[in-house]
């Protein structure tokens, strides 16, 4: 039988979850935590306190989800010319009203500051709440239609969470902390330039400005090889001058000698199969990566 909501066009209460779950785009936010979670563990010398760390994984994920479903408002126009994917998500496919997303995203952000706020201290949620500010107002408002530097410009929210770890660890901020931050926000570009040649036709088709649209592939691989040893250069530094070992180094060059190959295969001849074992091995690269340096930071 049918239900009072189905009769409206509304959707299934458990179909409704699933859209509130995809708003908060899980995948990017658990690529998110494991920056943070090692930020904490490089801040603090150490495993910090179990407590500490559920917290500020609780007000991160609020800070990443509510972040998310505010993109799935601004770029609902967007995302229904991109293909089956993203006009599938529920704002733009009308399941769910813009109103009703924007309520939810505002409330997960709110929440996310006065958890961190009063249960971490006052800097990781301003960072947190920066990041989120960032991520919406400047890349999804402004950087994302108006400029190929979108990526690069843009980057900076992603880089926040170790930075927010940082400061949950150890009330501060500190210079290793910028090196965890700029890790991060030279791996974006190349990472998303991957993304962004096989989706090529797609962002045309929105109008976004890729660099791949703007400025061909061939700029675009030449970016990528640059940034990638630019990023590889950066990973040794947290080793050259302290707090990390062998036992990050040695693991960080090697994923980043084949980060930088896989990158130059793809400038030397550019397939779809390449820029997604690209786009692909970079997301192992960036856990690996952390998983090492946090590895190394608690024993």
Same mark, same amino acid.
């Not at 190394?296 to 024993?299: E, I, P, Q, S, V």
């Given at each position: 039988?049918?239900t009072a909501? &189905?009769?409206?066009?509304?959707?299934?209460?458990?179909?409704?979850? +699933?859209?509130?779950?995809?708003?908060?785009?899980?995948?990017? $936010?658990?690529?998110?935590?494991?920056?943070?979670?090692?930020? $904490?563990?490089?801040?603090a010398?150490?495993?910090p306190?179990?407590?500490?760390?559920?917290?500020t994984m609780l007000?991160?994920?609020?800070?990443c989800?509510?972040?998310? *479903?505010?993109?799935?408002?601004?770029?609902?126009?967007?995302?229904?010319?991109?293909?089956?994917?993203?006009?599938?998500?529920?704002?733009?496919a009308? +399941?769910? #009203?813009?109103?009703?997303?924007?309520?939810?995203g505002l409330a997960?952000?709110?929440?996310?500051?006065?958890l961190?706020?009063?249960?971490v201290?006052?800097?990781a949620?301003?960072?947190a709440l920066v990041?989120n500010?960032?991520?919406v107002?400047?890349?999804?408002?402004w950087?994302?239609?108006? &400029?190929p530097?979108?990526i690069?410009?843009?980057?900076?929210?992603?880089?926040?969470?170790?930075?927010v770890g940082?400061?949950?660890?150890?009330g501060?901020?500190?210079?290793?902390a910028v090196?965890?931050?700029?890790?991060?926000?030279?791996?974006?570009?190349?990472?998303?330039?991957?993304? *962004?040649?096989?989706?090529?036709e797609?962002?045309?088709?929105a109008?976004?400005? $890729?660099?791949?649209?703007?400025?061909? !592939?061939?700029? &675009?691989?030449?970016r990528?090889?640059?940034?990638?040893v630019a990023?590889?250069a950066?990973?040794?530094?947290?080793?050259?001058?302290?707090?990390?070992?062998?036992?990050?180094?040695?693991p960080?060059?090697?994923?980043?000698?084949?980060? !930088?190959?896989?990158?130059? +295969?793809?400038s030397?001849?550019?397939?779809?199969?390449? #820029?997604?074992l690209?786009?692909?091995?970079?997301?192992?690269?960036?856990?690996?990566?952390?998983?090492?340096?946090?590895l190394?930071?608690?024993?």
């Open positions: 039988m049918a909501a &189905t009769l409206r066009g509304e959707p299934a209460p458990r179909a409704a979850w +699933r859209d509130y779950v995809t708003l908060t785009k899980p995948r990017i $936010m658990s690529l998110l935590l494991l920056p943070r979670l090692c930020g $904490m563990f490089v801040g010398r150490g495993v306190p179990g407590w500490l760390v559920g917290t007000g991160l994920a609020l800070a989800g509510g972040a998310s *479903a505010l993109n799935h408002v601004l770029d609902r126009d967007i995302d229904r010319l991109m293909g089956e994917r993203t006009r599938a998500r529920p704002v733009a009308s +399941r769910m #009203a813009p109103s009703r997303a924007l309520e939810f997960l952000s709110a929440f996310s500051f006065v961190l706020a009063s249960a201290n006052v800097l949620a301003t960072l990041g500010l960032f991520y107002l400047v890349y999804t408002g950087l994302k239609r108006s &400029t530097q979108n690069v410009i843009g980057g900076a929210a992603g880089a926040v969470p170790p930075l940082w400061a949950a660890a150890t501060n901020l500190s210079l290793p090196w965890l931050f700029l890790i991060v926000f030279l791996w974006t570009p190349p990472h998303f330039w991957a993304l *962004a040649l096989l989706l090529r797609h962002y045309a088709q109008r976004i400005p $890729m660099l791949p649209v703007v400025r061909g !592939v061939k700029t &675009t691989t030449r990528i090889v640059l940034y990638s990023l590889v950066v990973t040794a530094v947290p080793f050259v001058a302290g707090p990390l070992g062998p036992g990050y180094v040695i960080a060059l090697a994923l980043g000698a084949l980060f !930088v190959w896989l990158a130059l +295969r793809l030397w001849r550019t397939t779809p199969r390449r #820029a997604a690209l786009f692909h091995y970079s997301l192992l690269y960036l856990a690996l990566l952390f998983v090492a340096m946090a190394d930071g608690a024993l």
